[in-house]
């Protein structure tokens, strides 16, 4: 007997082409326009590979797929398989059992106390980017920040084990990577054909030089015997519980070629949109500025930089109007049901975080830019994700928040940012939301 199953309101004839064609080069604005005109939830089969999509920008449903029913779902294979092969077995591609062993594993050296040790290598790199500011001097917010940000993870992870030179190649490589990367998604008919020019096993090579890069800082590292109490003396010092030996080389090259990339372009993202949510509200800008006059000399400490703060209102505030991560994917391990909806196994789901974030059902007045909403109480509850929630909540929360913090309070500490533009154009990137000017 074929069981029958409920998912929500399908699209379907001009709309449903509309959506897989355009949805292509502009999914933020096919997915957007598809839940103004279907509610929080849709449904879609993409003809050419006869998968099964659940589209969703309703509250309770993402608690339901990525809390209560977590163990049903695996991260899709656009990322445990099309971008595994690029970027081997780490935390961003792995799945169950193995993934619930590195995550164990490493989660302990990403605790506010030992992201607080990290203050200092964070600092340098930020004065050392601020120090070729002039007065009106125009800036690309976007490639200042990729920079930045780069340099920090670079930094933060190996200390002064890697070279300028090496840390330029490897942001180049994982620049080209994403590129093709992003074209297998989009397209999965196209992947065929960059299988067939070389693409593929080009990009394959490209990532297999910055393992290699990677694997001759971690002999450098050991072959000095110094510790330099970084993200690569805390990846090398931890045990696996079980039988307390380390990761191998091949899984420590994985993870940190994974934190390289999930470490700076969100980041990079999310700073740029924060920064010109400031030059748009002078208010804002005013009373940032305050803050830090009144922190004094506790400005750039990490206890002052985690606390609840103005700071931390305005970057939770642009992140939710601006949602780093756009969307989260989800496969089905087996059928499953939730109220009124029922879906079979291998359904993929896509959380539309950007479309959460804006819902009026949860967000008074959701286009503005109000920071003071992070005062509420209630602010826990809040139907907002940016990086993610239950068991897979992103590793690197707390130390994107105090690396955007200390960012934030450094600029705005000497200096005023003015756009010259007053509307934004975004372009969905695979890992998050790139502002065009």
């Not at 009026?360 to 139907?383: G, L, T, V």
């Amino acid at each position: 007997m074929i069981q029958k199953f409920n998912y929500p309101t399908e699209i379907k004839g001009k709309r449903k082409l509309y959506s897989l064609f355009k949805g292509l080069k502009n999914p933020l604005e096919v997915i957007s326009g598809n839940h103004r005109i279907l509610g929080d939830n849709y449904y879609i089969n993409a003809s050419f590979t006869n998968k099964n999509f659940i589209f969703s920008q309703d509250k309770e449903f993402t608690e339901y797929i990525l809390k209560q029913n977590h163990k049903n779902y695996y991260k899709s294979e656009i990322q445990s398989v099309t971008l595994g092969k690029y970027l081997g077995n780490g935390l961003l591609t792995n799945n169950g059992k193995d993934w619930l062993k590195q995550r164990r594993l490493i989660q302990p050296g990403f605790s506010k106390a030992k992201i607080a040790n990290l203050v200092s290598i964070m600092e340098e790199e930020i004065d050392k980017a601020f120090q070729s500011f002039k007065p009106d001097q125009d800036v690309d917010l976007y490639d200042f920040f990729h920079t930045l940000a780069f340099n920090i993870v670079a930094k933060t992870l190996f200390s002064s084990d890697i070279d300028e030179g090496k840390v330029k190649e490897l942001g180049k490589i994982i620049t080209e990577v994403q590129e093709v990367f992003a074209k297998e998604v989009r397209l999965p008919f196209y992947s065929q054909v960059l299988k067939f020019l070389g693409a593929i096993d080009k990009t394959i090579k490209k990532s297999n030089r910055s393992k290699a890069i990677i694997q001759s800082v971690l002999d450098k590292r050991r072959s000095s015997g110094e510790e330099k109490n970084d993200l690569l003396d805390m990846l090398i010092q931890t045990r696996y519980e079980d039988i307390q030996l380390p990761m191998s080389d091949e899984q420590l090259v994985d993870e940190m070629l994974i934190l390289f990339i999930a470490g700076h372009e969100t980041t990079a993202n999310a700073l740029s949109f924060i920064f010109f949510e400031i030059s748009q509200n002078p208010e804002a800008e005013k009373k940032l500025k305050q803050e830090i006059a009144e922190e004094g000399e506790n400005i750039f400490t990490s206890e002052s930089l985690m606390k609840k703060s103005f700071t931390s209102n305005i970057i939770k505030e642009a992140m939710r109007l601006h949602s780093p991560a756009w969307a989260i994917d989800r496969q089905a391990l087996e059928n499953d049901s939730f109220k009124e909806y029922s879906w079979s196994k291998g359904t993929l789901i896509i959380l539309y975080i950007t479309g959460l974030h804006r819902n009026p059902k949860y967000w008074n007045d959701p286009d503005s830019f109000i920071p003071e909403r992070f005062d509420d109480e209630n602010a826990k509850n809040f139907a907002y994700y940016p990086f993610g929630a239950g068991p897979r909540l992103c590793i690197g929360e707390h130390f994107a928040m105090m690396e955007m913090a200390l960012v934030v309070r450094k600029f705005y500490k000497k200096f005023s940012f003015i756009s010259y533009q007053n509307q934004l154009e975004k372009k969905a990137l695979v890992w998050g939301l790139k502002l065009i000017v």
